[in-house]
């Protein structure tokens, strides 16, 4: 039985500290609404009123937060923060989705805590994390990534080694970028089939069996067809994600940039928390 602290229990977080109940070990879960715990408490997890006191006594302490302000507040906190309550043998595991600069960052204040530390963003939303079918993208060193990986095992089906620090967060960038650039692209196309007078499912079906069809486009045509916006993955985690690739890029993102905008444009019309695939409706 390892002892494992969890920080953030939102939509992806506390369906991966499931798993981690799930194959028997001792976890400690903390989140900013407490009541957002009860289902893991009801299991056996055990509660810890801030960050610092669920690392205390971890062997891993697991983050999953929303954006760059609320993982240094988890983690760097005078009074609460996680790198305060750990041990020297701890590794700390960064899986939010973050700016490459922040994740460089913290990784600096780990090393002069003396803290063990890895970048560790995953790739899926609610249905892989429910299932263990998340991609992770680790970066940091590798005797790290070979002590970790056994747990990340536990919530997802690969986890890759991408590198050195920073590694991690631009290759969760990337995978979110040319996703997002796909689906403000399909919502176009989705609309100017309808306009034309067509099917726009028997059309897509039909690209669907071309070479330049993906993975992702088949979930995007679906929901977009079937206008089932229910949040999978919200407008608002990914407009914030292409920002963070935008300031990774220097800004040089012409095709990042204009998917950013109607990403936008969605939450200027009051779309933000729901699926991402909902910007089809900017186009009716």
């Not at 006594?57 to 760059?68: L, P, S, Y």
């Not at 595991?93 to 990784?107: C, G, M, P, R």
């Not at 095709?255 to 729901?274: D, I, K, P």
Request: hydrophobic share 45%; proline share 4%; net charge negative.
């Amino acid at each position: 039985m390892t002892q494992i602290a969890f920080l953030g229990l939102g939509a992806m977080g506390i369906r991966m500290a499931q798993h981690l109940i799930d194959a028997g070990h001792a976890v400690t879960v903390w989140n900013r609404t407490e009541s957002r715990a009860q289902p893991l408490l009801e299991q056996g997890a055990q509660w810890a009123d801030t960050p610092a006191e669920a690392a205390q006594g971890a062997e891993f302490v697991i983050a999953m937060v929303r954006d760059d302000e609320a993982s240094a507040d988890v983690w760097l906190d005078e009074q609460t923060g996680a790198f305060k309550g750990m041990d020297e043998q701890a590794i700390a595991i960064e899986s939010s989705t973050l700016s490459v600069d922040w994740i460089k960052t913290l990784a600096q204040h780990a090393h002069q805590r003396n803290v063990k530390f890895i970048e560790a963003p995953v790739s899926g939303s609610r249905p892989q994390a429910q299932h263990a079918e998340l991609v992770y993208l680790v970066g940091g060193e590798a005797s790290l990534f070979e002590r970790a990986e056994p747990v990340l095992s536990l919530m997802g089906k690969k986890v890759n080694h991408t590198g050195g620090m920073g590694s991690g967060a631009l290759a969760k960038l990337v995978t979110n970028t040319l996703m997002g650039i796909q689906v403000t692209t399909l919502g176009e196309l989705v609309a100017m089939l309808k306009r034309q007078g067509e099917d726009p499912d028997k059309i897509l079906e039909a690209v669907s069996t071309t070479p330049v069809w993906s993975k992702t486009a088949g979930i995007v045509r679906k929901s977009m067809v079937n206008e089932a916006y229910e949040p999978q993955f919200p407008v608002d985690l990914i407009e914030k994600d292409l920002g963070y690739c935008l300031q990774a890029a220097n800004q040089v993102a012409p095709m990042t940039s204009a998917a950013r905008t109607v990403f936008n444009e969605a939450q200027t019309q009051q779309l933000g928390e729901w699926n991402m695939t909902v910007v089809a409706k900017l186009y009716q």
